[in-house]
């Protein structure tokens, strides 16, 4: 059974930085695309950014100059590098991956359980 694990989320005041981890209990990260997404209080969940296996990436536009997604594939290890945090970030960031099990192309979709980030003004 494949698990992510988010770690790093905690309260911060605007302005201010994090860096969040999404670690997988098997070497899949380094095969597949990773996503993080949030959902804030009340909303639904968003997607933030996501990285590809060749190390590509693509931002929300909300958070575009201010939120870095990168990967190190020797840890299998993704990270989400946020600055200039506002309120509005403040959310349940998860991470996700999708697998694909077999040559038909059937997938398997893998979901941390969460981590809470909370931007005070």
């Known amino acids: 059974q494949v698990q992510l694990e988010e770690s790093g989320g905690g309260l911060v005041q605007a302005g201010g930085s994090l860096r969040l981890s999404c670690a997988a209990s098997?070497?899949?990260?380094?095969?597949?695309?990773v996503s993080w997404y949030r959902q804030p209080p009340g909303k639904q969940r968003e997607l933030v950014a996501r990285?590809?296996?060749?190390?590509?990436?693509n931002y929300a536009d909300s958070v575009k100059g201010r939120f870095t997604v990168s990967r190190d594939n020797a840890k299998n290890t993704v990270y989400l590098e946020m600055n200039n945090l506002k309120p509005e970030d403040t959310a349940v960031y998860y991470c996700?991956?999708?697998?694909?099990?077999?040559?038909?192309?059937?997938?398997?979709?893998?979901w941390g359980q969460g981590t809470q980030v909370t931007v005070s003004t």
């Open positions: 990285i590809s296996t060749d190390g590509s990436t």
């Open positions: 098997r070497n899949i990260l380094r095969r597949n695309p």
């Open positions: 996700y991956t999708r697998v694909v099990v077999n040559v038909e192309g059937a997938s398997v979709e893998h």
